[in-house]
């Protein structure tokens, strides 16, 4: 029971289901069509075996009156002669004349045997007067000693004499006129006629009756059912013509839908498959089928994959204008970030004041020019002249440094710039790279990107990776900038972002950046990397997030984001693939 409902729960091709109809249909008729043919052809021929039955029992029992009937006219013409002109019997052949006058004894006339001494002795132990009315005549049977005699009596006009004519009836007499073989019996005797069917014949029992209508013998004769079996071959033989016929019927409506359905649909089926393993919207083609429907079909299935290879070509185009739109973007994105502490650096260069004030200086200077002049007051100025070179030295490297930083800035935007070329149609090249190294410089320049204090803790060993160094630096400081913005938004002016580089597992390496700012709802986990989403209003744009997602992803690796809530901060979790060379260098070096 359970592979059935697995089986009906199992698809199933047309082929099948159009077999199975058939194979049904065809099962159904045929057992249809049988019940029909019997119903209609079966009673039919019982009715005409009925029919034959009861003609053959009519002409028996007609035999039976006509033999009878011979001896009752030879009995009125014996009667009829003895009472008018007084002329003795005349004995018909194979039979005997009893001739009984009132108040006497009978005579019987005919060959002296056995056989009509035991017919005068039955007759005689009849009372003729009663069965016959005078000028009358009757007609019956006796058995006499296992023997059918068949008796015509007749009386005298006066009603003073009874004459009767008896005759042996034999089966070969009712054979020779009935045409079939028969047979009498005297032994237990049905008052109808009857008959009882076999497999092959009926058996027919015709009452012979005697003098007062109770049977006193019966005649019995076999009649073949051929009716019924030629009946029975006439059904046999039309069911399984019929049963054929339906069979060659549904094998050509089975090939027919094979050829005009399931064979057009194959095609298409099939082209549909090259179409899905190619890509290509090649048109349909079947010159073959000799349907208009599947012609139809064909047309408006070749017009549909014309309007597909037109939105297509469409949403092609339009994807290239998109992705060109949005790789300006990303590019925009990362030059500000990459250019925004050279504007912190400037402004600071801009809004610094000297160290030393330069007339004060000069001052001094013309002073120790001069001759005449106290030595205290000498030691004096020379001790604020070396202050003054001393902070005016300390500024001068505090601007290199800064112009170093600015220098490094610089050439990362030159790098980003360069590199977008080369990414525009190619995939970035990976490379053995020091993520540590590449945080230490992104989190340097991070520092200038606002006006807040931030703190950095990133480790000091080395870590290595495979992955393009410039997109990762890109992607690194995209994270730091969003962080740094996650902390102004909180409204202090203080801040810490913390890198964790754990150790490699299973040839992966993940770097975790975790920084004490806003933070997010988890719910907005899964949107962050949409394009155009940003969980802050006043922002404009939301392409930073996306445009590393798909980064990392390019590079063989993943990006993370998560928050237990606002206020609580967040991490970005980097996942790459580890360089095994690398650090076993870096263990040896240990």
């Keep these: 029971m359970r592979w059935w409902h697995e089986r009906r729960r199992r698809p199933r091709s047309l082929r099948e289901t159009m077999v199975s109809l058939l194979t049904l249909t065809g099962i159904g008729g045929a057992l ?4 029909l043919l019997t119903l209609v052809i079966s009673p039919g021929f019982a009715e005409l075996e009925e029919r034959a039955t009861d003609g053959y029992r009519g002409r028996a029992q007609t035999l039976l009156s006509d033999f009878a009937a011979i001896n009752e006219v030879a009995a009125r013409e014996q009667a009829s002669a003895v009472a008018s002109h007084g002329i003795g ?3 018909p052949p194979h039979g005997i004349v009893y001739r009984r006058v ?3 004894d009978g005579n019987v006339q005919g060959p002296s045997t056995k056989e009509a001494r035991q017919a005068a002795a039955a007759l005689d132990r009849l009372e003729l007067e009663d069965l016959v009315k005078p000028g009358g005549s009757t ?11 068949s008796v015509g009596v007749a009386e005298s006009p006066q009603g003073d004499i009874q004459v009767a004519v008896a ?7 009712v054979s020779r006129l009935l045409g079939r073989p028969v047979t009498l019996s005297s032994g237990a005797v049905a008052s109808i006629a009857t008959a009882s069917r076999s497999t092959q014949f009926i058996d027919i029992a015709v009452p012979v009756y005697g003098p007062e209508g109770r049977p006193v013998a019966s005649a019995r004769f076999q009649v073949s059912r051929e009716v019924v079996l030629l009946g029975r071959r006439v059904l046999l033989l039309a069911a399984a013509a019929s049963i054929l016929l339906l069979v060659l019927l549904l094998l050509m409506l089975r090939r027919a839908l094979g050829r005009f359905v399931l064979v057009p649909l194959d095609r298409v089926e ?6 899905q393993a190619s890509g290509a919207l090649l048109p349909f083609e079947d010159e073959q089928s000799p349907c208009e429907e599947f012609g139809s079909l064909g047309r408006n299935f070749n017009a549909m994959l014309s309007q597909l290879k037109d939105l297509r070509e469409r949403n092609e185009i339009q994807s290239f204008a998109l992705g060109r739109s949005e790789s300006a973007v990303a590019v925009l994105h990362n030059v500000r970030n990459a250019l925004a502490p050279l504007a912190t650096i400037l402004s600071h260069g801009v809004g610094q004041q000297d160290s030393a004030r330069r007339d004060l200086v000069d001052r001094a200077l013309a002073e120790l020019a001069q001759g005449e002049m106290e030595p205290e007051r000498r030691a004096k100025l020379v ?5 003054a070179f001393d902070a005016e030295a300390l500024a001068r490297t505090e601007v290199r440094r800064q112009l170093e930083v600015g220098r490094d800035a610089m050439r990362q935007t030159l790098e980003i710039i360069g590199a977008q070329q080369a990414r525009a149609h190619e995939r970035p090249a990976r490379e053995r790279c020091d993520i540590s190294d590449i945080v230490a410089r992104n989190a340097t320049i991070a520092r200038y990107a606002h006006a807040v204090s931030i703190s950095f803790t990133f480790p000091a060993h080395s870590a290595y990776v495979v992955a393009n160094r410039v997109i990762l630096s890109q992607v690194i400081g995209n994270l730091f900038s969003n962080a740094v913005e996650a902390i102004v938004a909180t409204g202090r002016n203080h801040g810490s972002i913390t890198v964790d580089i754990p150790p490699p597992s299973e040839g992966r390496l993940s770097v975790r950046i975790i920084d004490d700012g806003e933070g997010f709802e988890p719910a907005q986990a899964t949107r962050l990397f949409q394009t155009g989403y940003s969980t802050r209003t006043e922002k404009s744009g939301g392409l930073g997030l996306h445009w590393c997602a798909n980064s990392m992803a390019g590079m063989g690796g993943a990006l993370e984001l998560r928050s237990a809530g606002r206020g609580t901060g967040a991490v970005a979790i980097l996942t790459l693939d580890a360089d095994g060379e690398g650090e076993r260098q870096v263990e040896l070096a240990a």
């Design 32 to 35: 249809a069509l049988a019940v």
């Design 89 to 91: 019997p005349t004995v």
């Design 102 to 104: 009132a108040g006497e």
């Design 139 to 149: 007609r019956f049977y006796l058995s006499v000693d296992g023997n059918i005699l």
């Design 167 to 173: 005759r042996r009836l034999t089966g070969q007499n």
């Design 270 to 275: 099939r082209h549909m498959q090259r179409v």
């Design 383 to 387: 001790a604020f002249l070396s202050t």
